[in-house]
């Protein structure tokens, strides 16, 4: 029996996923997390052969929730299974350690399958989206993401420099170099850039 662990904040989603998933005669829905800290919770509590997570979610997103799981050393195979069809988040996902990555759109039985592949020690990933993220490189540093994240949500260069613990000036720098990698004009169009790529 492959033990499973479902994490996305949207409760019916959630519900219907665990409800798929329980039809599998081989595949058991052992807990289920709404938001990224409860799932690394239980993930530590219930030890489930395979996790599957949305990307954005409360607290930890997706991909922060595989990148402490494989910190801690966990066992258990991560899925990332979105709505977000972006190469960027791709990458960052294979780089957090995550062993899959599917569409939600996809059919049900395809997430199963996966499920299946990725607890026998291989990959499940969308095979377009696979080729298009290796064609597409992200070209900012983690600092530089961090900072035009916080700007795209609206924050001002001292605010980001408090929150992150730099100067102004650095900030700034960052920002800059971040606008320019992306031909953008300005610190929002670079946010909203790099948010349709996958790179926040």
């Known amino acids: 029996m492959i033990r499973v662990l479902l994490a996305e904040d949207q409760a019916m989603v959630l519900g219907a996923l665990a409800a798929?998933?329980?039809?599998?005669?081989?595949?058991?829905?052992?807990?289920?997390?709404?938001?990224?800290?409860a799932a690394l919770a239980a993930a530590q509590e219930h030890r489930p052969d395979v996790v599957i997570t949305d990307i954005e979610?409360?607290?930890?997103?997706?991909l922060e929730l595989a990148a402490e799981l494989k910190r801690i050393g966990s066992?258990?195979?991560?899925?990332?299974?979105?709505?977000?069809?972006?190469?960027?988040y791709l990458?960052?996902?294979?780089?957090?350690?995550?062993?899959?990555?599917?569409?939600?759109?996809?059919p049900s039985e395809q997430l199963a399958n996966a499920i299946r592949?990725?607890?026998?020690?291989?990959?499940?990933?969308?095979?377009?989206?696979?080729?298009e993220a290796w064609s597409a490189e992200d070209p900012l540093t983690d600092r530089e993401r961090q900072v035009l994240r916080l700007a795209g949500d609206g924050r001002s260069s001292?605010?980001?420099?408090e929150e992150l613990g730099l100067s102004d000036g650095t900030v700034r720098n960052y920002l800059s170099?971040?606008?320019?990698?992306?031909?953008?004009?300005?610190?929002?169009?670079?946010?909203?850039?790099?948010?349709?790529r996958g790179w926040l």
């Open 57 to 62: 979610m409360p607290v930890l997103s997706g």
């Open 117 to 131: 592949r990725v607890h026998a020690g291989g990959r499940a990933i969308d095979p377009e989206l696979a080729v």
């Open 75 to 88: 066992t258990a195979r991560v899925i990332i299974l979105t709505t977000f069809a972006r190469p960027g």
């Open 177 to 196: 170099e971040a606008i320019s990698k992306l031909g953008a004009h300005n610190r929002i169009e670079a946010a909203r850039l790099a948010r349709t």
């Open 158 to 161: 001292p605010e980001i420099a």
């Open 20 to 37: 798929l998933l329980e039809i599998e005669r081989d595949i058991s829905v052992v807990a289920q997390a709404r938001d990224g800290k």
């Open 91 to 106: 990458r960052r996902a294979l780089e957090a350690g995550a062993s899959g990555y599917l569409l939600k759109d996809s």
